[in-house]
């Protein structure tokens, strides 16, 4: 049973940073695509940077120049580092794997909250 297990987040002033780590455990294989979403209350989940296995990235235009994501293929891990944080990135961020092993599947982590103060 593959979970994913998110870290890194918490409470920090504007212009601060942070680096959000997400693992999977358990056994998972052929992963194309790791992404990173976020969701603030009352507000649509948005896809903030994506990663595929190629090493290809991109991200939403709000946190261009500020997110950069990366990824450890071996220890089947991604990375959000975020700096010049505003209080506009506060929200919930979630961990997503695309597993493509003969078939499709996809995995959540549970989020980990984002604060930013002003």
């Known amino acids: 049973q593959v979970q994913l297990v998110e870290s890194g987040g918490g409470l920090v002033q504007a212009g601060g940073s942070l680096r959000l780590s997400c693992a999977a455990s358990?056994?998972?294989?052929?992963?194309?695509?790791m992404d990173w979403y976020r969701q603030a209350p009352g507000k649509q989940r948005e896809l903030v940077a994506t990663i595929t296995s190629g090493g290809t990235t991109n991200c939403a235009d709000s946190v261009k120049g500020r997110f950069t994501i990366s990824r450890d293929n071996d220890k089947n891990t991604v990375y959000l580092q975020m700096n010049s944080l505003k209080p506009e990135d506060t929200a919930v961020y979630y961990c997503?794997?695309?597993?493509?092993?003969?078939?499709?599947?996809?995995?959540w982590g549970q989020g980990t909250q984002v604060t930013v103060s002003s």
């Open positions: 358990g056994s998972i294989f052929s992963i194309a695509v």
């Open positions: 997503h794997f695309v597993s493509a092993r003969g078939k499709i599947w996809h995995y």
